[in-house]
């Protein structure tokens, strides 16, 4: 079977696009990372695993894919970005830490998250703070360019008249007009010409921690400008892929383009993908609004909202189940429901590796693979390739029991199959397996401490009980309370 080309949605042309990269098979895909001053959340989740599905797609086609996710550390300030408290330091004064401790602290707490969501490593994840002399650099560039002017020793982008020469809002579909009024004046905002114009370098106040030497002050870079500088660096000065959330899109990415366009006198990236947001109940998540739910809650069931906990793995098929560019809209019931899906899906597999081969098929293998082909190629449809494979399920079930036969070449292919689609390319672990992989007394021992974890609960010693599933959490058994008792995992 020939492999269908794949289609991508190009949000900057708003329509899908034959993806043919620029030097094949070589790919370049450059996402925007987390900002870390704070525990990794449900928002976290989205780009995460829509980009690594991306990624394992790819990859998985035959590209060589340099997939490089940035961390900021620096230049993320309160206020529209680049007005206010840097985000880190702030909490960094609050927790009386050095920014770095905090930058490193969320960092590891991120990976270690996104680890459990079975989410690969990128290539590279470049460090903003580590990246300001590439910075410096293509700030000067822009000024070079006659895009950007220096005001009481910050650096700003001059928007008017970049959008004379370029479209200032072809990414988001905005026009300046739309944006003037749109924009809300701040104070403090005297040093810009305009209040759309962004800053490129901030000159820093004397409280300022974060600070490096530049040619027009002690400061810090502007926010958006990490994510030019580290692109071109790692990708040129032309790549394949930029990705992200919806929300970044402006004026984060609309920004990168004026700055990476203004430097280079063209486009950087080719395709700009966007992953869509996150609901709680239908409505938007927010740390006002009571409704925000790290990852961490989530994994153990410590959240108001949360009737149980819910793994790692149920997480990543829940926001599989969605195609990428759909709100996808969390709930308990939703929630409960992926898990259920998940464990017929993992049940299923666990029959098909039970079945006998036999003389002769009475089930078309290829029209599994071909199915799943066809839906990720068009625009990565990654709930058909499930619906595809829930459809299978019941081919598994009746080959072990049966009812049906098949070759053994064909129940190799079928594996194979099987193994690429849900475990390659959608990233899918079989939880259970990996508990049992733990060894012969881990699970005897774990399932002691938990009971009597359980008669400390009913007996209201809410500190022993505490203090047992925090030994357990702290050598890596990851506990989940339900109504009926509890489940527990290793991490
Ligand atoms: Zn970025």
Not at 162 to 182: A, Q
């Amino acid at each position: 079977m020939e492999t269908p080309k794949l289609s991508l949605y190009n949000t900057l042309t708003r329509a899908k696009e034959l993806f043919e990269p620029i030097n094949p098979p070589h790919v370049g895909m450059y996402v925007c990372g987390p900002t870390v001053y704070g525990d990794p959340h449900l928002g976290h989740a989205r780009p995460a695993i829509t980009f690594d599905l991306l990624f394992r797609y790819l990859r998985a086609e035959g590209y060589k894919v340099r997939y490089v996710r940035n961390i900021t550390d620096v230049g993320h300030l309160e206020h529209d970005a680049d007005e206010g408290e840097d985000k880190i330091e702030k909490k960094a004064r609050l927790e009386q830490l050095e920014p770095m401790e905090i930058a490193h602290y969320y960092t590891e707490r991120y990976r270690h998250a996104m680890e459990s969501l079975n989410v690969l490593s990128p290539s590279i994840e470049p460090h903003a703070s580590g990246h300001i002399i590439e910075q410096i650099e293509f700030v000067k560039k822009i000024i070079d360019a006659g895009f950007a002017y220096e005001s009481n020793g910050s650096i700003y982008f001059d928007v008017e008249k970049y959008n004379k020469e370029y479209h200032y809002g072809r990414l988001s579909g905005r026009n300046l007009d739309d944006i003037v009024t749109n924009t809300r004046s701040l104070d403090g905002q005297d040093d810009k010409r305009h209040s759309y114009d962004f800053a490129l370098w901030k000159k820093a106040s004397p409280e300022h921690i974060m600070r490096w030497p530049s040619p027009w002050s002690d400061g810090f870079p502007g926010w958006h400008m990490e994510c030019s500088a580290m692109s071109t660096k790692y990708l040129g000065e032309r790549f394949d892929i930029h990705g992200g959330g919806m929300d970044l899109m402006f004026p984060h990415h609309e920004c990168e383009i004026a700055q990476s366009t203004a430097a280079l006198k063209h486009d950087s990236a080719r395709y700009w993908v966007h992953n869509n947001m996150i609901t709680i109940n239908g409505q938007k998540m927010g740390k006002s609004l009571g409704n925000f739910i790290t990852l961490e809650e989530l994994f153990t069931g410590t959240h108001k909202l949360l009737a149980q906990a819910y793994s790692p793995m149920t997480i990543r098929f829940f926001i599989l189940q969605a195609h990428y560019r759909s709100t996808l809209d969390f709930s308990n019931e939703a929630l409960q429901a992926a898990e259920k899906g998940l464990d017929r899906l993992m049940k299923g597999i666990e029959a098909l590796g039970k079945v006998k081969p036999a003389d002769r098929s009475t089930v078309d293998v290829a029209d599994l693979a071909a199915r799943c082909e066809a839906a990720m190629a068009d625009d990565l449809n990654s709930p058909m390739v499930i619906s595809a494979l829930f459809d299978w399920v019941r081919h598994f079930n009746s080959l072990a029991e049966g009812q049906q036969t098949i070759t053994a070449e064909d129940l190799a292919t079928l594996r194979a199959t099987v193994n690429r689609w849900a475990f390659d390319i959608l990233g899918l672990r079989d939880e259970k397996q990996a508990q049992t992989a733990g060894g012969d007394m881990l699970t005897p021992l774990v399932n002691m401490l938990l009971d009597m974890r359980m008669e400390a609960k009913v007996a209201k010693n809410w500190a022993l009980s505490d203090h047992i599933r925090d030994e357990l959490t702290k050598i890596g058994i990851r506990v989940k309370d339900r109504k009926d008792g509890y489940d527990w995992e290793i991490e």
